[in-house]
C-alpha cells in the first residue's frame, strides 16, 4: 500500500530500503534444519535443502529487481551523502514523535493526529 501511494504521488523519486532492515529481514531466515523439515509433507519425495537461504536469496533478488536496494551508489547521486540506512530518522526524527505519543495515549486518535502534524 506505501509503495503503491509512493509511485503514485510521487513517481519519480527514487526509492532506497534500509540496508540495516533487509539485513535483519533476511537474518530472520537463518537457522540450521533436521534431515527432513517439519513442513514436508510425508509424501513428499524431495525438497530444497535450504528453504530459507532460498528465501533470503529471493528477497534480495526482488529489492534488486525493483531498484530499491543500492539506491544511494548510484551516478546522479554522487556527492550528496545519502545514507545506506535511516538511522539517521529512527533515531532522531521518529523516535520524537514515538514519544509524543507514548506520552499522549490518552488523547483522541484524531488529535494525535494533530499533534503529529505539529
Avoid at 509512493?6 to 533476511?26: D, F, I
Wanted: aromatic letters at 10%; a positive charge; one cysteine or more.
Amino acid at each position: 500500500m506505501l509503495a503503491a501511494a509512493l509511485s503514485e504521488c510521487w513517481s519519480e523519486t527514487a526509492v532506497q530500503r534500509c540496508l540495516v532492515h533487509v539485513q535483519r529481514n533476511v537474518r530472520t531466515y537463518r537457522s540450521t534444519t533436521a534431515m527432513v523439515p517439519g513442513w514436508v509433507r510425508a509424501n513428499q519425495s524431495w525438497w530444497y535443502t535450504h528453504d530459507r537461504l532460498r528465501k533470503a536469496y529471493r528477497l534480495l533478488e526482488r529489492l534488486g529487481q525493483a531498484g530499491t536496494l543500492f539506491t544511494y551508489l548510484e551516478g546522479e547521486y554522487a556527492g550528496l551523502d545519502i545514507a545506506s540506512t535511516t538511522n539517521r530518522i529512527e533515531g532522531g526524527t521518529n523516535a520524537q514523535l514515538r514519544l509524543l505519543q507514548r506520552a499522549h495515549r490518552g488523547m483522541s486518535q484524531e488529535h494525535q493526529k494533530r499533534a503529529i502534524e505539529w
